[in-house]
């Protein structure tokens, strides 16, 4: 079956540290790739996705992503967070071929920035 | 992007009733579909709400449990039946647009005692 892991469930930084998210699928076909934000009270929005072309892809906020098609990975990164970048991040696959409404998504990782 | 509403925000209900959960999305969306977050647990897909006619339900989910209607474009509910306390859980709307992205409800809070 599909899966999404995340490997990293709860990432405490300061800010102005650098972030790095992990992010690996089991699909083998052609994939579409998201990352969604859910800050604190609020509902999940999309920072950046991937559909096709260019491997880096850059979102909102300053947040980007690099799809590794060999290594099956899709992270995400910030150079320099800020204490408003506290949120749970979650990333998401859908099939190339199929609607990329039904997504797959991994478990969530809870990103707590200190101030 | 599109803006999705969602209600009740949430519910505290008693086991065996059934609650039902209301989207509407406030532009023409491409599909609608519902996903689950159960406590400290990723989304799942439940269904996709088709408009018109039943919905396609995800591995895992009936429609006795979870009856799905969408009558128009930009509407649909889903009905939580005969709850018991693990179907407590955040139950999300979700719209895909044109470009790809699905956008989000605030999700529903379902409590059941």
């Known amino acids: ?115 | 992007s599109a803006v999705i509403s969602q209600k009740p925000s949430r519910d505290i209900c008693q086991r065996g009733t059934s609650l039902t959960i209301q989207c509407q999305v406030d532009s023409q969306v491409t599909m609608m579909f519902w996903y689950r977050q159960q406590p400290g647990q990723s989304l799942t897909l439940i269904a996709t709400a088709n408009q018109g006619s039943e919905a396609t339900y995800e591995s895992g989910f009936v429609i006795d449990k979870f009856p799905i209607s969408r009558p128009n474009l930009t509407f649909s509910t889903l009905t939580v039946s005969n709850m018991s306390p693990e179907d407590s859980s955040i139950y999300l709307c979700s719209g895909s647009a044109n470009t790809g992205e699905l956008f989000f409800g605030e999700g529903s809070r379902l409590t059941v005692l």
């Open chain 1, 1 to 115: 079956a599909q899966s999404v892991s995340q490997h990293n469930h709860h990432v405490i930084l300061s800010e102005a540290a650098s972030l790095e998210l992990g992010c690996n699928y089991s699909y083998g076909g052609t994939v579409n790739l998201f990352w969604y934000v859910q800050y604190p009270g609020q509902h999940l929005q999309l920072l950046l996705k991937y559909f096709s072309g260019d491997p880096l892809v850059k979102g909102i906020k300053g947040f980007e992503a690099e799809f590794i098609k060999s290594k099956f990975s899709f992270n995400l990164r910030k150079p320099s967070v800020q204490w408003s970048d506290t949120a749970e991040y979650f990333c998401a696959v859908s099939h190339g071929s199929s609607n990329t409404g039904k997504l797959i998504f991994g478990q969530g990782t809870t990103l707590q920035v200190k101030p």
